[in-house]
């Protein structure tokens, strides 16, 4: 199993970015999938989920402004991240558990700063 991310970088406070994460080794779409994030000396946080079926749920504080999203064709989870705070810096970290292990990406920096 190996999940790869990409995007993330540096924007503006209210800017948007993507991040996504491609997976392999698995068969994806049977598998729900899962954005955490972590900042230096803080524990890592569920952000969002997406079920095999498509169904999302979010942590309180980006509700409405992440969306995840999934495209099995292409084995790859997406999220979505508008009107960007400097609260959003962190890590983002793709997640799958997968016969009953936890799988990671290897992480990427999102940065929102003016």
């Known amino acids: 199993v190996q999940l790869v991310e990409s995007g993330g970088g540096l924007v503006q406070p209210g800017g948007s970015l993507n991040v996504s994460c491609v997976a392999s080794g698995y068969i994806f779409s049977i598998y729900a999938m899962d954005w955490y994030r972590q900042v230096p000396g803080k524990q890592r946080e569920l952000v969002a989920t997406?079920?095999?079926?498509?169904?999302?749920n979010y942590e309180d504080s980006i509700k409405g402004r992440f969306t995840i999203s999934r495209d099995n064709a292409k084995n790859t989870v997406y999220l979505r991240m508008n009107n960007l705070q400097p609260e959003d810096t962190a890590v983002y970290y793709c997640?799958?558990?997968?016969?009953?292990?936890?799988?990671w990406g290897q992480g990427t920096q999102v940065t929102v700063s003016s």
């Open positions: 997640h799958g558990r997968i016969w009953s292990l936890d799988y």
């Open positions: 997406i079920s095999n079926g498509g169904s999302t």
